[in-house]
């Protein structure tokens, strides 16, 4: 099977060191911490030979002392375990909502890409559960692989220091292991990413079907996408259990070596002690040791999945943060009035056998008024996307201007438009908090004014006005009332020309005629491009072009 891995595994742990960037303190401490605990085992094996020895004689003491050492030693573990839960816990909601914020921020102010590579619900698959996967391996699996290292390392040396034959004997399954290691690794990191892939494709159609229920209750189609849904999950289900049989198979030639390593050393003991060279002491410490350092790597290869999806995730990741970040700094904002003007442009989308747009000139003069007509695929969507710069020209250049300056169009330049898509955009919340999106710091009575400008004014009449709740997607108004309030919000921004992308679409006759009156009468000193496919805007308009 071809590796279909992307990046290497030296460039996904460098993305991950520097995902722990904020929380490598704390992290510290977490490690501090194990290590701290593991010095506390270390000395109860001491303290526990001793007393042993003790009460059988060997040596001479005072036996209570030992009793309270191992006491307190038992008490400080316990307050060390409490400690390091409340580290892991609050740490982690913080990483995660960092992390989350930042790869959020990139996603929003990435270039738009016209046809998205990835679904939304793929895209919010990999926001919430590999950030989650790989927030955990930072939190929790590599502070604890430190506290394993150094348990193992502290418990060989102990066990060293009483039989150094035994310890060697011991440490001998370590080549095995990392051989073993190297394989599952590989073969585990392309599993688990099928794994995911396949969680993502249920986390969309769940997300598409529920979002478009309507639309599948009226195609008849329910039981099509519980179908769809049920043979996902079985794919699911079947790639889980390969990766689950090669785990356990994995896990069960590991844990072989350690039993025959925990035999050797009871009948090494076994012997010895036989032979008077040891004490039973001694004995019970070369048990605990042997425990001590077989434990870590039995830790070290249950650590191994999460490790191993920690760098699935951040491929997952990576793979998000591909999409270059647009120029939105420092925005250009033309002083007066701006009009467009588009010299010889040609666009065709990424992937596409045909151009959308093939040499098309025009000329926007400020204050003007226009409507775009064209049939449906022409381009005039495509037209108002290169205006706002969501995508760029092939060839050929669109500049915003006036009377005193001139400005390529870039997302810089975006301030100075006002855009108002086609169909429902509404988000859940209330129409006041919808409204808001379009000006922030906008009064009671400038959110009154844009809706009787929209011919939303109907919001007046609602009981709780302004503050009314709207679900997903505008859920509790018509499409047409929907559509006013988009409107409405869209007529908050501060910019000089006007986009109106199919905005009526929605609206009847008498509706739209009396919107169009209030935008033409009352903002005559925007300039207003509709594109429309109804031809009752026309005469209000200066130019018709056609696409």
Same mark, same amino acid.
């Given at each position: ?33 194990? @290590? ?97 996967? $790989? ?206 003007? $588009? ?12 151009? @959308? ?62 855009? @108002? ?107 207003? $491009? ?18």
């Amino acid at each position: 099977m071809k590796n279909a891995n992307k990046y290497c595994t030296r460039q996904l742990l460098f993305g991950i060191w520097k995902a722990s960037y904020g929380a490598r303190l704390q992290v510290a401490i977490c490690a501090f911490v194990g @290590v701290v605990s593991v010095a506390c085992s270390l000395l109860f094996v001491y303290l526990s030979k001793e007393a042993i020895d003790i009460a059988t004689g060997v040596h001479t003491g005072i036996l209570w002392h030992y009793g309270l050492s191992m006491g307190l030693l038992i008490l400080t573990e316990i307050l060390l375990r409490a400690t390091n839960t409340w580290l892991v816990n609050t740490l982690s909601v913080k990483t995660q909502n960092r992390l989350r914020t930042a790869l959020f921020e990139r996603l929003i102010k990435s270039e738009w890409q016209g046809k998205e590579a990835r679904h939304s619900g793929d895209v919010l698959n990999r926001l919430i559960q590999d950030i989650n996967t $790989i927030v955990s391996a930072i939190i929790s699996t590599i502070p604890l692989l430190i506290t394993t290292a150094v348990q193992f390392i502290a418990s060989f040396c102990f066990l060293y220091s009483m039989d150094n034959n035994l310890a060697i004997m011991l440490v001998l399954i370590l080549p095995f292991f990392a051989l073993l290691s190297r394989i599952y690794v590989n073969r585990m990191r392309r599993m688990t990413k099928a794994v995911r892939e396949s969680d993502s494709r249920i986390h969309s159609v769940m997300q598409e079907s529920l979002q478009h229920k309507t639309v599948v209750k009226t195609l008849e189609q329910s039981e099509s996408m519980i179908s769809k849904l049920q043979s996902l999950q079985h794919n699911l289900y079947g790639e889980v259990q390969a990766r689950t049989r090669f785990s356990i198979f994995s896990r069960t030639l590991v844990s072989t070596g350690f039993s025959m390593g925990y035999l050797t050393a009871f009948l090494w003991g076994v012997f010895r002690m036989q032979g008077g060279t040891i004490t039973f002491g001694v004995m019970t410490a070369f048990l605990q040791l042997v425990g001590r350092i077989q434990r870590p790597l039995s830790d070290i290869a249950r650590m191994i999945p999460a490790l191993v999806g920690a760098l699935t995730s951040a491929e997952r990741l990576f793979e998000l943060e591909e999409t270059p970040i647009e120029d939105c700094d420092h925005p250009i904002r033309l002083g007066a009035t701006a009009g467009i003007r $588009i010299n010889d442009v040609s666009f065709t989308y990424p992937n596409g056998n045909e151009t @959308v747009l093939q040499n098309f000139s025009a000329n926007f003069t400020p204050g003007s008024i226009t409507a775009i007509l064209g049939k449906t695929g022409a381009g005039k969507t495509t037209l108002i996307r290169l205006i706002l710069s969501l995508i760029k020209p092939d060839k050929g250049s669109i500049t915003l201007y006036n009377q005193n300056e001139e400005v390529e169009a870039s997302p810089r330049t975006r301030t100075n438009l006002i855009y @108002v898509p086609q169909g429902n955009t509404l988000f859940s919340g209330t129409i006041r908090e919808n409204l808001l999106l379009g000006r922030p710091n906008a009064t009671d009575d400038e959110l009154h004014e844009v809706l009787r400008i929209a011919c939303a004014d109907f919001v007046e009449e609602l009981p709780e006005g302004l503050d009314t709740t709207c679900s997903e997607h505008g859920g509790g108004l018509s499409e047409g009332q929907a559509q006013r309030i988009a409107i409405a919000r869209s007529l908050l921004r501060p910019g000089s020309i006007l986009l109106f992308d199919e905005s009526t679409s929605a609206l009847d006759a008498n509706t739209e005629r009396r919107f169009i009156q209030n935008i033409t009468a009352e903002l005559h000193h925007k300039t207003i $491009i509709f594109i429309t496919h109804r031809t009752s805007v026309l005469e209000f308009c200066d130019q018709v072009l056609h696409v």
